[in-house]
Structures are given as C-alpha cells and as structure tokens.
C-alpha cells in the first residue's frame, strides 16, 4: 500500500536526502484521482494468473477478466477488411499482392495518398488527417439522417478518453464557488472522476434511476444543479448513451428534455456516444444528440454547445489498443475552436495508425465493393452474439435470490445489483473495504472471475453493484453468469 | 485572427444567449499556451500550398517544410525490417505468407503472444506491454555498458511528450510562492512552455551559451535558480540533449556537473533524449543522464530522482505518427511511482502499434538474424546522410555574412543567429510582430522556405534566430540553404 504522508522523515534520519517528490509534494490533485476499472481487484487478478502460470493450486484454473470493455482481450476477432486496410498502409510493398482485395488496396492507396510522406509515419496535421476528417463528417450525416456535418469541426483523437479530457480541460476554471462544477451520471464511467479531480474541477453527482431502468431524470439533474449552485459553477452535463456502466439507451424524448435543461441552465453538453453502435434491445434505438438538437430547431439547434465523442474501441470494431476515436463540436465559439485546436497541436497528433482505423470505420465497404459481403457478415455476427450474450446475462441474473439486473439495453456491460447480508457489511467495513469490493474480492480468490464492485462507478448510498463486462465469449459467459450467481447464494448463507 | 475578450457582449445584445464556453470563461492556463512549432507560419504554408494547387502564381513552385523533425514527411524511408513486423502484428494472415523473413515472423509471433487475445486491438497494461519494457530494460543496459535498468521502471507512452507532461503533472503542486518552478533551457522545444503553461506552473528559463556551442553552463543554472527562488519553489530541472532547437551535445564534464547541482539543489532531473542516436560530429558522443549517474556512485546513484525520455519518433527509424515512447524512472519515490500509474490508467494505455514499433526498435535484428544485414545497411545510410546534412547546413550557413551558425553536433535542427537591420526591426514592431517571425514570414512569402523563427523557442533579448530542420533530402536541402542565405543578403539589402 501507498505510504503515509509523513512516513519519508524516518528515511531522512538514516543520513539520505528526502526525495524531491514524494506523496507530500507531488500535485495534491493527482494524488486525489481514484480509478477502479484498474485498481486493486485488477492487481490481484494479475497476480493469481502469475500462480495458477506458477502451478499454485486454486479452486478455479483460469481468470476471466470481465472487468473492462476490451473485447478483443476476451477472444473477439478483429473485422477482416479493417486489419487488410491497415497492413498496407503499415507496409505498403504489399499493395502489389494479390492476397488483398481490389477494395482493400484502393482504400489504403487513399490514407497514404493523405499522409505526409505517403507514410504513417509522419506526424498529422494536429487535428488529424483532412481526408478522414472528411470521411467522418459524411459518416455523421449519414448517421443522422442527412443532418449536415462540417469537417472543420472534428477532431480526431488519441481514442475517446483523449478528446474527452481535451473538452474537459478547456471547460475548468475558477476558483472556491467560481470553481467550474461538471454534472456526471451515478454510476459513470469514472474517466469523469478521475478527469475532473486531475484538473481540480467540481464533480456534481445526478443519479440515474435504478427503478426505471437506469432512466436520466430531468428533476433529478435539477435537484444536482440547485444544489451544487451553492458552491460551484456548473458549466457543463455529461451523459453517456448508451449507457457505461448501466448498459441503458435513452429514449429521444429524454434526450431533449436534457438539451432544454441544457440550454435553459445554460450547460455545455457533452454526449459520450462511444456504444452508438452497440444497442440491443428491442424497442431500443440510438439518437445521437446531435441530432436529436437539430431536429429540435432554433434556438437549441443554433445555439446550444455541445461536444460528441465516438472510438474505434467498441462497436463491432473493438480495436483499444488503435487508439482512434474523434470528437465533434457544435456551436462552440469559433476562437474556443481555435484554442483546441492550439492545445491539441501541443501533443503533436493522434496515432496515426488509429486514425487510418478510424477511416476504415467512417467509411465501411458499400454492397459494390468486393469486400461488402464478408465485412457485413463478421460486423453482423459481433453484434448479433453481443445481443444474445446482453440477453442471457440479464437472464441468469435476474433468476439468481439477491441479485436484480436491469435490462441491457446497449454497451458491454450489466450493472446488477447484489444483496449483501448486514454481516458481510459489517465484515467489510471492519476490514475497511467498502463492501461490493469485499464481495469482488472474495468472488475473484474463489471462482477467479473479475468483476469490477459498484463502488468504482458512483450508487447510491447503501446500495450494492458490480460491473461485468458480457464480452467473454458464449461458451465461457453461461459457466460464469451461474458460477456468479452461485457465488452470490453461498456469500449470502455465509455471512447470515 | 481571436476574438478579444469582450467582443462576444455585441453577440449578446442580437437577441442571442451568450456560449457558455468563450475566451472569457475558459481555462486561462490553456489560453497562455503558446505553440510555435505549429503556429502562424505553418498555417501561412498550408494556405500557400492550396493557392499553388489552385495555379495561383508564386515566386516558388513547391513549399518545403523544414519547420518540423518529421523524417519521413520529407521523403525518408521507413526501415523495411520495422514495418514487415509491424504488417504482420497487424495482420496476422500474414504469418504464413513467405513475402516476409523468418526472423521478422518470429519477432511478430513474440509480440503477440504478449497482447492480449494476442491482437493489437486490445487494450495493454496502462504501463505497456510487460515483454515490451523487458526488452527496453535489456536495451537501456546495452546502451549504458551494462548498467543494469529495471522494466518495472519503464513506462511506455504515447511519443515521448505524453511521458514528459506526465511527469511535469506529477511534479506540479503548491500556490503563489510555493509554485513548483521548472527550469528549462532557452533555447527550448516549445512542449515545455506550454504544459507548463497549461499546468499553471512557473518556468524558469537557463540560457544556453550561443558562443560555446550551445553549452550548458551551471554557473548560469545556479544564476536561474537564485533568481527563481524568489518568487516560486523550483523543484526540477528539464535537459535536452541532444539538443532541440540547437543541436548541441554534451560532454560526459558538464552532465556530471548538472547531476551534481541538481543533487545539491534538490532538483529532480528530466533529461529529453529522444535524439539519442543522432549524433553527427565528431568527438561528440551520447552519455545517457542515467549512464553517467550511476557510473557518478553514492550519493548521486543511490539518490538523485530522475526521468529519461526515448521515442520512435526520432533516430534512424523517424516513426512520428506512431506516437511511441517510453520514459525510464530512476531513485523514484515508489508511493509517487504507484501514483503515476495510476494516472497513465486513467487514459487506459498506450497505442499498442506504437508500442509494438517501439519493441523493434529496442530489440533489434542481431547479426545471426536473416534481416540484420539489411537492416543495418538501412539504418546506416539514414544516420551517414543525417551527418553530412549536418554539416553541410553549417558550411552553407557560416559562408553567409550576417548569419552565424553553431555546429550541429546531433538531432535534427540548425538554429542559426541571423542580424536583421535596425530598419526591419522596426517595421516588424511596428507590424506588431518579433522581428524574427517577420523575417521568417517574407522568407515564406518570396521562397516557399517555412522555418520557425527562433522568438517561438526562446533567445537572448536583442538576437534573432530561426530554426531549419536538415531533414530536405539532400538535392534539396543544397539549393534551399543558398535560397536562405540569398534571401537574407536581399533583405538586409531591403532594409539598410
Ligand atoms: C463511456 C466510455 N467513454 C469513453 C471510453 C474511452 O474509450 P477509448 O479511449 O478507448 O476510446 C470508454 C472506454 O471504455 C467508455 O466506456
Ligand atoms: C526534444 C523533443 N522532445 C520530445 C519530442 C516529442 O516527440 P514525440 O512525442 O513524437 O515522441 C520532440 C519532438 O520533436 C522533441 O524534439
């Protein structure tokens, strides 16, 4: 464990310096920032694979990481095409190859023809390549309906999470109540956390609502903004939609009554819509807000600020490790514009390798194309097996005493909450653990599944949660789901 | 050109609510930043390269870029043995195919056993892949002669200025007078300006001695630090060396004398060598800060906190838009080493290609391997024709009257000091613009040729330099370095 503040001065008495930086010193802001997708659950995890490797008996002989939405970690192929567009621009000798096919090569033809130097090697212009600022924008169109896209205002990023701390970074400023306030979902996806104590702004919490599905409340935001008012300067809403941890897909309704919020409490929208591909349930249907604020015409379409976020991470890509992704804004002032663009350009450019990604993304094979068919039927086949496994995971859970699972509507994830007996609470807090991490932990020594407690993502008070990925594949997602479920019967009779 | 703070009151009175977001109420630290590399004159040359596509009339017929290090921008080629491993990562189809050299499979296979679901598109360790910082670790002792480097030390990154703002993130704490001060060069590569700005930490500028070669004097260090200590609480202190802008490199004396000042001073130590292996003069050699410090023993190797940067994106292998890097860590306090983890976490990882790119570079063919004669050969004759070009930008240069050009011992840049007419200086003030971006921007203007005026790296009140890079290929390089040297003979003419 970290050690304690003050602890450094026994050091400094057996004749060495103090160090420069310790945990006294260092930024007091970073020191603040919690992050528990990778934090002591996932240690451990990569410990007990160290033993079982080491031939350590356990009760269990694999772990499975459902802990992060990484699906190609969990077994999920890479999309054909995107990986033969990919390899040629990487090493373009192979254009002259008749393994690839003609769309293939064309396509990689093209990113190099935008590259400097025709290579993916040289640095991009900061706000990414023209050519798949371009593509972008089209794709949004399509997406929308037709709704214009303007280029000028995407900007491509190092994967979602660095155009989101980008916005972010722009938006702090203040100081005590003057202090910028950001309202975020509970449970979040706790980027936001992390993000906002990095930059010593004001998280104000809005609770999304178990009871009805994990619904956005519009007096529930009003409640978080009256009360952060006292203290704070809230200047900007985050959603994500669908929804990470809580897998819900808002309904367009609830989507402008968000933006009306917006534009009456003035609020700069941010829409974190990295799952816009992954929507399952019937019934369900993305609405990007961008969209949604056009439709709804002046003075919202005209005036209300709003930053959108999508990755080549999820979907039916699922390529993390690429880092791709973009951000697009919507009335923002054009000299803020400006000033993005000049904090972006610090950093030089996103990896280039991403963003030739992300334009195999924006701009998937069409039916001409000798590659349509395969690509259509691998990107298919994902997100039909995603479906199924959203489905089942709701099932088994929801069959489970003490555990109850909303529908998962969209994203990789289910948020079930879990009864926890007052013994086991007790038992926790003895210990000093909040008590779905007790849970986590002891479902990892003991069955080997890794799963993150709800105490990482924000609930409320005396509830209890944790978070699974649905990613593992079929076969290994049915032996968990009732090896969880099963875990959580035989916890529950043990502590009551 | 931006808005001036209030203009946007005039919006407001059309009957329009204000934007939440406007230079006003933004982050004042990110509005300070400033970012030469990338600034005015690029966007001028970008313009000029449209009207020439459009058949606008010029006194050139092409831009030339030599404004930014981006090898293979200006034509170099990637290294063959580099980019077939890469394909391969990539594509793994491609394993079977007998287009690529054995050992290039192998290195492949390696690095995908390492990844998770073996595929680059899954997410890796927040640090980087584990076998990837072992095989850094292996190559960092190489370079020091066996000095032995701890992967558990080793961080990888997304190119070396991610590693480099995390670690000023880290270092930045405290208010008004117990600001943390950083001392950095001037001349300087402008990411340390502006994270610092963007940190809202003090820089504290040590001038570099133009008439020794750009040599580092501790005497004018120790001149900095005083002054410093005033009015901020300096707690560490940036080298470049190989030095960007100014092409310095230092000798083993001088880097045992700044660890020696650093140690007395408490100044925690960021040495930025991502120009390692550009080293060009002869009897110029590069001693890595780490090398030298441990070779300095007790107190200094068992004490001194230091951080060294490495990239991809510089060297023989010129990989830019990869976005690799690393940054090795050395008498580290391990509580703030577990705390920047867990801030690289919270951006999930490095881009795994940059990563993987980066492993060729650290463990590269041996002799015994199939690809290593041609790798080598390659590598060669990028750093031979590196080295002549060095010398010849300095020949060219010095044969000017009226300007002065130190030696380019290594990296990839001439900062040569041109005198500029009483007359221009005064038309530049008058223009509201240093002298030197005026300079700069008629060289633009009349030849095509985009420098950065040396106001953007920093530079002695009172002399005027810009910054060339020597990466034009050779038959261009020649006939731009007289254009320069004309032009200037023709605007002193201009102006006397
Ligand atoms: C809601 C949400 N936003 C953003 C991200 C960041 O994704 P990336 O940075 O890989 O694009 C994630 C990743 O899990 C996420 O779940
Ligand atoms: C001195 C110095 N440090 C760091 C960098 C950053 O390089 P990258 O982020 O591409 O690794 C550069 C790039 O030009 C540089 O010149």
Known sequence: MALRAGDHSRVAMNGLKEKVLTLDTMNPCVRRVEYAVRGPIVLRALELEQELRQGVKKPFTEVVRANIGDAQAMGQKPITFLRQVLALCVHPDLLNSPDFPEDARRRAERILQACGGHSLGAYSVSSGIQLIREDAA??????????????????????????????????????????????????????????LAELDAVQVDYYLDEERAWALDVAELRRALCQARGHCCPRALCIINPGNPTGQVQARECIEAVIRFAFEERLFLMADEVYQDNVYAEGSRFHSFKKVLMEMGPPYATQQELASFHSVSKGYMGECGFRGGYV???????????????????????????????????????????????????????????????????????????????????????????QLPPRAVQHAQELGLAPDMFFCMRLLEETGICVVPGSGFGQREGTYHFRMTILPPMEKLRPLLETLSQFHAKFTREYS
Do not use: W
């Open 138 to 195: 089209r794709y949004i169109e399509r997406r929308d309906g037709g709704i214009p896209a303007d280029p000028n205002n995407i900007f491509l990023s190092t994967g979602a999470s660095d155009a989101i701390v980008t916005v972010l970074k722009l938006l702090v400023a203040g100081e005590g109540p003057t202090r910028t306030g950001v309202l975020i979902p509970i449970p979040q996806y706790p980027l936001y956390s992390a993000a």
């Open 328 to 418: 697009e804004v919507v009335n923002m002032d054009p000299a803020v514009q400006q000033q993005m663009q000049k904090l972006m350009s610090v950093r030089l450019c996103p990896p280039v390798p991403g963003q030739a990604l992300l334009h195999t993304v924006v701009s998937p094979p069409t039916p001409s194309d000798p590659s349509f068919a395969q690509f259509q039927a691998e990107r298919q086949a994902v997100l039909a097996e995603l479906a199924a496994k959203a489905k089942l995971t709701e099932q088994v859970f929801n069959e489970a005493p003490g555990i109850r699972c909303n529908p998962v509507q969209g994203a990789m994830y289910a948020f079930p909450r879990v």
